[in-house]
Protein backbone atom coordinates (compact mmCIF):
# COMPACT_ATOMS: atom_id res chain seq x y z
CA UNK A 1 0.00 0.00 0.00
CA UNK A 2 1.39 3.11 -0.80
CA UNK A 3 2.02 6.43 1.57
CA UNK A 4 -1.10 8.42 -0.06
CA UNK A 5 -3.50 5.54 0.24
CA UNK A 6 -2.52 5.41 4.02
CA UNK A 7 -2.89 8.90 4.38
CA UNK A 8 -6.75 8.81 1.95
CA UNK A 9 -7.42 5.70 4.55
CA UNK A 10 -7.07 8.55 7.49
CA UNK A 11 -8.96 10.92 6.17
CA UNK A 12 -11.87 8.91 5.17
CA UNK A 13 -11.59 7.22 9.06
CA UNK A 14 -11.09 10.41 10.39
CA UNK A 15 -14.36 11.84 9.02
CA UNK A 16 -16.77 7.98 9.01
CA UNK A 17 -15.92 9.01 12.97
CA UNK A 18 -17.58 11.72 12.56
CA UNK A 19 -20.94 10.90 10.86
CA UNK A 20 -23.18 13.01 12.41
CA UNK A 21 -21.12 16.08 10.39
CA UNK A 22 -21.87 14.64 6.96
CA UNK A 23 -24.33 14.57 4.54
CA UNK A 24 -25.64 11.56 2.84
CA UNK A 25 -24.32 12.76 -0.35
CA UNK A 26 -20.40 12.40 1.81
CA UNK A 27 -21.26 9.31 3.13
CA UNK A 28 -22.00 7.42 -0.09
CA UNK A 29 -18.86 9.63 -1.89
CA UNK A 30 -16.63 8.38 1.43
CA UNK A 31 -17.72 4.59 0.82
CA UNK A 32 -17.31 5.07 -3.23
CA UNK A 33 -13.44 6.76 -2.92
CA UNK A 34 -12.79 3.77 -0.13
CA UNK A 35 -13.99 0.67 -2.50
CA UNK A 36 -11.42 2.60 -4.78
CA UNK A 37 -8.74 2.47 -3.03
CA UNK A 38 -9.39 -1.11 -1.36
CA UNK A 39 -9.00 -2.00 -5.03
CA UNK A 40 -5.88 -0.72 -5.41
CA UNK A 41 -7.36 2.01 -7.63
CA UNK A 42 -5.91 5.84 -7.63
CA UNK A 43 -8.31 8.64 -6.72
CA UNK A 44 -7.93 11.65 -9.35
CA UNK A 45 -7.20 15.41 -8.70
CA UNK A 46 -11.11 15.58 -7.94
CA UNK A 47 -11.73 13.22 -5.69
CA UNK A 48 -8.91 13.82 -3.43
CA UNK A 49 -9.68 17.67 -3.72
CA UNK A 50 -13.29 16.76 -2.47
CA UNK A 51 -12.23 14.27 0.26
CA UNK A 52 -9.88 17.16 1.75
CA UNK A 53 -13.34 19.93 1.40
CA UNK A 54 -15.26 16.89 3.23
CA UNK A 55 -12.51 16.27 6.17
CA UNK A 56 -11.66 19.88 6.49
CA UNK A 57 -15.96 20.59 7.51
CA UNK A 58 -15.90 17.27 9.13
CA UNK A 59 -12.86 18.05 11.19
CA UNK A 60 -13.72 21.49 12.28
CA UNK A 61 -13.70 22.82 15.49
CA UNK A 62 -17.13 24.60 16.60
Not at 20 to 49: C, G, M, V
Not at 55 to 62: F, M, S, V, Y
Amino acid sequence: MSDWTSEYLQLIEDCTNRDDRLTDWDRTFLDSIFNQLAAKRPLSTKQSEKLDEIWERATARG
